[in-house]
């Protein structure tokens, strides 16, 4: 799943990439305002953390301008404003969660987990499809209830399976969703994956529909 954190505070911003990037996030960072417009507008994302105290270009304009332009990935709020009017005014503008600073890492992450399961029409944090089963608050993998071991690479491409378990996911969206700008992402680098976790998985699980995509088998 790809995540974006817009914090212009060096220090927080490195805390968000390595606790979201532990939570099985490919994370981009942008401390700007104008660039996080910019990027929140052309790319897609699974989560948006937004400060609203940015440079350039204010957190909150820039929530409105997604909105405006139809943009609808869920976007989690952080805020030094401590008052509640500032709040309401956040969630009318468009966000999907507020979170006051300062704030506990651990929580930020079950809000983000949530706002992502929610997006995607599944509340739960344990998920299921056919004998597949997903712990997503501790990013276990499991068959018939035995417990699989997976990469962070492999279990992200499963729980975006798994979000998106109503349709195929096509190679070209998952390669944007797996792999950050410096990494391999040619379809080759993606059928290995692939290939790992069936064997890992068993048959079954995985399945293809030429043309289409990628799908969890029995959903």
Same mark, same amino acid.
């Given at each position: 799943?790809?995540?974006?954190?817009?914090?212009?505070?060096?220090?927080?911003a490195g805390d968000?990439?390595?606790?979201?990037?532990?939570?099985?996030?490919?994370?981009?960072?942008?401390?700007?305002?104008?660039?996080?417009?910019?990027?929140?507008?052309?790319?897609?994302?699974?989560?948006?953390?937004?400060?609203?105290?940015?440079?350039?270009?204010?957190?909150?304009?820039?929530?409105?301008?997604?909105?405006?332009?139809?943009?609808?990935?869920?976007?989690?709020?952080?805020?030094?404003?401590?008052?509640?009017?500032?709040?309401?005014?956040?969630?009318?503008?468009?966000? @999907? *969660?507020?979170?006051?600073?300062?704030?506990?890492? %651990?929580?930020? #992450? !079950? /809000?983000? =987990?949530?706002?992502?399961?929610?997006?995607?029409?599944?509340?739960?944090?344990?998920?299921?499809?056919?004998?597949?089963?997903?712990?997503?608050?501790?990013m276990g993998v499991?068959?018939?209830?035995?417990?699989?071991?997976?990469?962070?690479?492999?279990?992200?491409?499963?729980?975006?399976?798994?979000?998106?378990?109503?349709?195929?996911?096509?190679?070209?969206?998952?390669?944007?969703?797996?792999?950050? @700008? *410096?990494?391999?992402?040619?379809?080759?680098?993606? %059928?290995?994956? #692939? !290939? /790992?976790? =069936?064997?890992?998985?068993?048959?079954?699980?995985?399945?293809t529909r030429r043309?289409?995509?990628?799908?969890?088998?029995?959903?």
């Amino acid at each position: 799943m790809r995540a974006l954190a817009v914090e212009d505070d060096p220090r927080i911003a490195g805390d968000l990439q390595s606790a979201l990037t532990a939570a099985g996030f490919r994370v981009e960072v942008t401390g700007d305002g104008e660039d996080a417009w910019f990027l929140g507008d052309t790319e897609d994302y699974d989560l948006v953390v937004l400060d609203l105290g940015l440079p350039s270009l204010d957190g909150l304009a820039v929530l409105k301008r997604w909105r405006a332009n139809g943009r609808t990935m869920p976007v989690l709020v952080l805020t030094a404003r401590g008052t509640w009017q500032e709040r309401v005014e956040g969630i009318e503008a468009g966000a @999907d *969660d507020y979170l006051p600073k300062p704030f506990r890492m %651990e929580e930020l #992450i !079950a /809000r983000a =987990r949530a706002l992502v399961r929610r997006t995607g029409g599944h509340a739960a944090a344990f998920q299921e499809a056919g004998d597949l089963s997903l712990d997503t608050n501790r990013m276990g993998v499991a068959i018939r209830g035995v417990q699989v071991q997976v990469t962070a690479l492999e279990y992200r491409l499963l729980a975006y399976l798994m979000l998106h378990r109503d349709r195929p996911v096509p190679p070209s969206e998952l390669l944007e969703h797996l792999y950050g @700008d *410096d990494d391999a992402r040619e379809a080759n680098a993606l %059928e290995a994956v #692939i !290939a /790992r976790l =069936r064997r890992k998985l068993g048959a079954g699980i995985i399945g293809t529909r030429r043309g289409f995509g990628y799908f969890l088998e029995a959903t």
